[in-house]
């Protein structure tokens, strides 16, 4: 068996030590006789598999107690549609877009109301997070939304942007528990599992619980309505189980790990190491302004398609994967998610090192 340092932005690498954990459970959970995946969801088992998840996850987080979690699926982009049509009372919102992910949202958001895009990043591809400290809010917006951390361009808001007192809205898909984030700020933390936590499909929603209500707008289905599930306990109809299971086993993981400052930590400085030699090499170039940087995604480009292709050809012969840059955007893209231990982005820049001394 030999494994890979993946660098692929989603789904993503997870930390060995849960594979092995599940791979251990696969055929006989805990002295049950069955796999996580061949059992009732409504059984004992796997209620306390749920139950643990959401508190570890309550525990990293500090979620306060006015804060529902709940573990859904469709992905981080059924919370697009689902987002406006449990929030928008006034059928009013405003987004911020900073890429490709926020752009999507908007799109699906209009079909529900009057959206406004009171911010962008677009007139320099996304490179940068807009100024957020004096928006022009609407005065009736539901809510306001941000992508937290851009996938694809590498951007990260270090600042939260000022509503003015509106609801804020937050997919933090790509950087869901790689650092502490205080809850309270938010009116819903959401994001799909397959970049920081866990299988493709999954998604986490933190939802105060004001924002949970029966008022949602005509039409609106029972599997798209956060109160359905909340009341339910995430028990409305079969969740993704064992995806689930895999998503607890990361959260106890993160525990062992020190948590979330720990994980901050450990992510700091994997994002130094790389975002230092970008800075000083002579082939190699970070698309992102240094103070917007995402610490889980790092575009970077050599400023020639065949010199990147060759790039990427060559990594992944030395066993360093994935590491095209998103098909919209070319160039070079390493995730460094959680669970990317140190060693592999020491690889990666001594790899780099050694390309750019043949080729600079
Ligand atoms: C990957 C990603 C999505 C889409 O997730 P799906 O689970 O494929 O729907 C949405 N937002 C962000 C920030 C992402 O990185």
């Known amino acids: 068996m030999a494994r890979v340092y993946n660098f692929a932005a989603g789904p993503a690498v997870l930390p060995e030590e849960v594979l092995k954990e599940a791979a251990e459970e696969m055929l006989d959970y805990r002295g049950c006789g069955m796999s996580v995946m061949e059992m009732s969801h409504r059984s004992k088992m796997f209620e306390e598999i749920?139950?643990?998840?959401?508190?570890?996850?309550?525990?990293?987080?500090?979620?306060?107690?006015?804060?529902?979690?709940?573990?859904?699926?469709?992905?981080?982009?059924?919370?697009?549609?689902?987002?406006?049509?449990?929030?928008?009372?006034?059928?009013?919102?405003?987004?911020?877009?900073?890429?490709?992910?926020?752009?999507?949202?908007?799109?699906?958001?209009?079909?529900?109301?009057?959206?406004n895009a009171v911010a962008s990043s677009a007139d320099k591809t996304f490179?940068?997070?807009?100024?957020?400290?004096?928006?022009?809010?609407?005065?009736?917006?539901?809510?306001?939304?941000?992508?937290q951390n851009n996938t694809i361009y590498g951007t990260k808001y270090h600042r939260l942007p000022d509503t003015k007192g509106k609801t804020l809205v937050a997919d933090v898909s790509s950087c869901f528990l790689s650092e502490p984030v205080d809850v309270s700020k938010y009116g819903i933390?959401?994001?799909?599992?397959?970049?920081?936590?866990?299988?493709?499909?999954?998604?986490?929603?933190?939802?105060?619980?004001?924002?949970?209500?029966?008022?949602?707008?005509?039409?609106?289905?029972?599997?798209l309505t956060?109160?359905?599930?909340?009341?339910?306990?995430?028990?409305?109809?079969?969740?993704?189980?064992?995806?689930?299971?895999?998503c607890g086993k990361v959260f106890q993981w993160l525990k062992?790990?020190?948590?979330?400052?720990?994980?901050?930590?450990?992510?700091?400085?994997?994002?130094?190491?790389?975002?230092?030699?970008?800075?000083?090499?002579?082939?190699?170039?970070?698309?992102?302004?240094?103070?917007?940087?995402?610490?889980?995604n790092v575009p970077f480009v050599t400023g020639s398609e065949e010199m990147d292709a060759a790039f990427v050809k060559a990594a992944k012969e030395a066993g360093l994967e994935n590491l095209k840059g998103h098909r919209t955007v070319g160039g070079m893209r390493a995730s460094i998610y959680n669970a990317m231990p140190y060693e592999g982005v020491?690889?990666?820049?001594?790899?780099m090192k050694e390309f750019e001394a043949k080729h600079a």
Not at 190 to 219: C, F, H, M, S, W
Request: glycine share 6%; aromatic share 10%.
């Open 50 to 115: 749920l139950n643990n998840a959401e508190a570890d996850i309550r525990e990293l987080m500090n979620i306060p107690d006015h804060y529902k979690v709940l573990f859904m699926q469709g992905g981080a982009s059924t919370q697009f549609a689902m987002i406006p049509m449990n929030l928008m009372k006034n059928r009013v919102a405003d987004y911020i877009l900073t890429g490709q992910w926020s752009k999507k949202a908007y799109q699906e958001a209009q079909k529900f109301g009057k959206i």
């Open 127 to 147: 490179s940068y997070i807009p100024d957020c400290s004096d928006l022009p809010i609407s005065p009736d917006a539901d809510y306001v939304y941000i992508c």
């Open 189 to 223: 933390i959401y994001g799909g599992a397959q970049k920081n936590i866990g299988p493709a499909g999954v998604v986490v929603a933190i939802i105060r619980e004001d924002l949970i209500t029966e008022d949602v707008l005509p039409g609106t289905p029972a599997m």
């Open 226 to 246: 956060y109160k359905t599930h909340a009341d339910a306990k995430s028990l409305y109809n079969t969740p993704p189980c064992y995806g689930i299971y895999i």
């Open 256 to 296: 062992k790990m020190g948590g979330l400052e720990v994980m901050k930590e450990r992510n700091e400085k994997k994002a130094a190491l790389l975002y230092d030699f970008l800075d000083h090499s002579h082939l190699f170039k970070g698309t992102v302004v240094p103070e917007d940087r995402s610490l889980m």
């Open 346 to 351: 020491e690889k990666l820049v001594a790899f």
